[in-house]
């Protein structure tokens, strides 16, 4: 059951660092062998590479704040995703300052009754503070 | 102008390409490759991995028209994946405009499985100049 009250919950910031090895080891695992992935030392990310944001909040408390929605892993499903960036992809070499919150909650009757969906978009700056890219994910709870 | 679109791609997903892209991302929910804990949530072989199937359809539509011109991509799921279905993966230039004082491009981009099931829909955006 969804926690409406996380609406607006931020996470805990944390680093992204855009590396060669895990741009490789990424575009592999989603089958591209594409040169811009893999040559030279600072190779373009894929365009869902951001993805691994996933791996970099392992190492920090609370900065994953879907961890306090309370959605019913069950019920739950990955309905979009989404990746905007502000300019090229990042490449290996980067450092991402990155941070999440719980930017939306909205009910829909489906078939089977109130489905509830919830938006969180994960910002990502590079060390002016010039926002790079977003993440947008969007989850849906079904009764 | 705009290069032709490259033939579709075709493959067959296994448990390895699960794992693989489960390790890479750091995304380790069991229900894709924990057969005992997939089962017991109703499915009938480990899920596949939503992400995997988008990430496949960038990269069909990035070796088109160049990583570095990516501005924004959308993923939406319908069918599930699971592993041993064969994924299409294929494409087309869906509509243009300007944007930020230059010509962008959407390809919407589509993973059906060997049903013709729409697995994933991808809407990818590309500078291209």
């Given at each position: ?14 680093i992204?660092d ?7 080891e ?45 959605m ?72 | ?25 750091g ?12 089962l ?32 924004r ?53 590309f500078?291209?100049?």
């Open positions: 059951m969804i926690d409406k009250d996380s609406l607006g919950n931020e996470g805990t910031p944390f992204l855009v590396e060669r090895g895990k741009v490789a990424f575009a592999r695992a989603v089958r591209s062998e594409d040169p811009a992935h893999h040559a030279g030392e600072q190779p373009v990310a894929p365009p869902t590479f951001l993805a691994t944001q996933m791996h970099w909040e392992q190492g920090v408390p609370d900065s994953n704040p879907w961890d306090t929605i309370q019913d892993p069950a019920k739950g499903v990955h309905a979009e995703q989404e990746y905007v960036f502000h300019g090229p992809p990042p490449r290996a070499g980067e450092r991402l300052h990155a941070q999440s919150r719980i930017a939306e909650i909205w009910e829909k009757e489906g078939r089977a009754g109130m489905l509830v969906f919830v938006k969180m978009i994960t910002e990502f700056r590079d060390s002016e503070g010039t926002l790079r890219a977003e993440a947008i994910l969007t989850g849906v709870e079904r009764p | 102008m705009i290069p032709p679109a490259p033939p579709a791609w075709t493959h067959t997903v296994t448990r390895t390409d699960i794992v693989r892209y489960q390790g890479a991302s995304d380790f929910q069991p229900i894709h490759h924990d057969e005992p804990f997939a017991q949530s109703g499915w009938p072989a480990p899920l596949g991995v939503g992400m995997f199937h988008a990430g496949v359809l960038a990269s069909w539509a990035t070796d088109w028209l160049g990583a570095e011109r990516v501005r991509v959308r993923f939406r799921w319908k069918a599930p994946v699971f592993p041993g279905d064969t994924l299409t993966f294929q494409g087309q230039v869906d509509e243009r405009h300007e944007q930020d004082g230059g010509s962008r491009v959407v390809v919407r981009a589509v993973c059906t499985n060997q049903r013709d099931e729409v697995a994933c829909t991808g809407w990818i955006t500078q291209l100049d």
